[in-house]
């Protein structure tokens, strides 16, 4: 007998989402019938698709909030936070930042669904490093730390960073960003280019500090 949609909700109403894989392991309903039965529930409106075999309730039916920084951990773990989105949050540049933009170890990816759109830049295994857990809107997000954020906007986008470059980005909030971390996470990345990026950042904060206008 098909799973029923109350029984759905009794089995996985309690998370903010859940993923098949889960809910598979949770019923005796075979995997086939099972796809079906959701895809059902998602055009009338019962589920909402976060991408291939992730899914939440709609808000008439959560028991739970659906925080979409959270979601953007999970969505394609692992991950944390990082470039403009986590510049823009700790008010490093003065743009409001739409998009979730993440990093990863995995191949990039973008998802879009009803919460936003989550971009995802990957970056090599041994710069998978300098983000914390930051407690946003009550829930605990893996973040870059603002040291990792740059060193991390500075990988991603190509070309030379120097302070033309720089000063188009509009920086700001220079004081969050200590400068010896700084300079110990760019030597780890063992990049030439992000050594340099960070000598014309300490150039433009010495500016700042001087008053010299930029």
């Not at 500075?154 to 960073?161: F, V």
């Amino acid at each position: 007998m098909d799973m029923n949609y109350e029984g759905l909700i009794e089995l996985v109403g309690k998370q903010g989402w859940f993923e098949f894989s889960t809910l598979a392991q949770l019923t005796d309903e075979r995997r086939a019938s099972l796809q079906v039965q959701l895809h059902r529930w998602c055009r009338a409106g019962k589920l909402r698709r976060l991408r291939r075999g992730m899914y939440a309730f709609p808000e008439s039916f959560r028991r739970k909030p659906l925080v979409p920084l959270e979601l953007a951990n999970r969505l394609y773990a692992p991950s944390y936070l990082s470039l403009h989105w986590a510049l823009g949050f700790y008010g490093m540049i003065p743009e409001y930042v739409v998009q979730y933009t993440s990093i990863t170890r995995r191949k990039p990816a973008v998802f879009e669904n009803d919460l936003g759109a989550f971009v995802y830049r990957n970056i090599k295994a041994e710069a998978f490093f300098g983000y914390r857990s930051t407690e946003v809107a009550g829930v605990g997000v893996q973040m870059a730390e603002p040291e990792k954020a740059l060193l991390d906007l500075w990988h991603i986008e190509k070309g030379e960073w120097d302070l033309a470059r720089m000063e188009a980005m509009r920086f700001q909030a220079f004081d969050l960003v200590d400068p010896d971390r700084l300079t110990d996470y760019a030597n780890r990345f063992h990049s030439s280019r992000l050594k340099q990026a960070t000598s014309v950042w300490m150039k433009m904060c010495s500016q700042q500090d001087e008053g010299v206008d930029l």
